[in-house]
């Protein structure tokens, strides 16, 4: 069964930095690529970035140059490094993983992990 699991999550301060993981475990298709979302409270959920499986990288205007994605494709693992943090960037983040066998589409979306940055 596929499942999703982010972590790396919590309380930071203004200025300060994150690491956030997201793991994918049961996977049974062709994982082609992943983006990292997150949702603040009374908002949509926004993507802010994403990878796919040659490496291309994404970003929304509101993270580039502070927030980085990568990916272990022997770990099925993406990674979104978080600097220069700012109040703003407070949400629960997510993430998805889309991919494909010779038949049927996927997309999966993990639980998501708080990050809640203030002084």
């Known amino acids: 069964q596929m499942h999703l699991v982010e972590s790396g999550g919590g309380l930071v301060q203004p200025g300060g930095s994150l690491r956030l993981s997201c793991a994918a475990s049961g996977v049974h298709f062709r994982i082609d690529a992943f983006t990292w979302g997150r949702q603040a409270p009374g908002e949509q959920r926004e993507m802010i970035a994403s990878?796919?499986?040659?490496?291309?990288?994404n970003y929304a205007d509101s993270v580039k140059g502070r927030f980085t994605i990568s990916r272990d494709n022997v770990k099925n693992t993406v990674y979104l490094q978080m600097n220069s943090l700012k109040p703003e960037d407070t949400a629960i983040y997510y993430c998805?993983?889309?991919?494909?066998?010779?038949?049927?589409?996927?997309?999966?979306w993990g639980q998501g992990t708080q990050v809640t940055v203030s002084s």
């Open positions: 990878i796919n499986s040659r490496g291309t990288t």
């Open positions: 998805r993983v889309e991919g494909s066998d010779h038949r049927t589409r996927y997309e999966y």
